[in-house]
């Protein structure tokens, strides 16, 4: 967390991160904290299949990705699962089907800056496969894999891999 070194309270350079979740100035005591930011990951699932993102951006380039993102100021987690399905996917949901699994801890690494998350995992379950078209910008492609073909190593993020582990063993 190098990059932040300047306090925003009294500009010099005396910013210091503590390595966990602030930074303390000691010249005028001002503390900005690094809180935990909520993030949803939804597996849209058809009988023993799941529908996977292929990242086109950094972090995780290349790597397989569940469909979600960051929950928006004054937005429940249900509706940034609508949203962001909407957005990488252009699919419409009923937040009423949304069935929620479980949560676990992440990293997301920024610019240079670790974002500590909380994952909040749904399921979405569909009765038929479907297929997107996309405008190729945060996502280079989706797919459906059965469970079985799942390789924690080809996902992106370290939370979804566990998830996955997880996951994988209850099915």
């Known amino acids: ?7 925003p309270n009294c500009g010099k350079e005396s910013l210091n991160w503590d390595g966990e979740k602030k930074w ?3 010249n005028c005591n001002f503390t900005l ?6 993030a949803v990951a939804v597996v849209i699932r058809c009988g023993d299949e799941v529908y996977l993102t292929r990242r086109n951006q950094e972090p995780k380039k290349g790597k397989l990705d569940l469909a979600g993102g960051f929950v ?21 949901i009923d937040t009423k089907n949304l069935k929620y699994l479980t ?4 990293v997301y690494q920024y610019k240079e800056i670790d974002y500590n998350t ?21 996502i280079s492609e989706t797919q459906w894999i059965p469970l ?8 992106a993020f370290d939370s979804q891999k566990i998830f996955f582990e997880d996951y994988l063993k209850n099915f």
């Open 24 to 26: 303390s100035c000691p």
């Open 118 to 138: 909380i994952d909040l995992f749904y399921e979405y379950t569909v009765s038929e496969k479907f297929e997107v078209s996309l405008a190729l910008s945060e």
């Open 148 to 155: 079985s073909k799942i390789n924690p190593d080809d996902i």
């Open 1 to 7: 967390m190098k990059i932040l070194k300047f306090c």
């Open 72 to 92: 928006d100021p004054k937005e429940s987690a249900e509706e940034t699962c609508k949203r962001e399905l909407f957005e990488e996917l252009q699919l419409e």
């Open 103 to 106: 949560s676990l801890p992440n």
């Open 33 to 38: 904290y690094n809180n935990v930011a909520g």
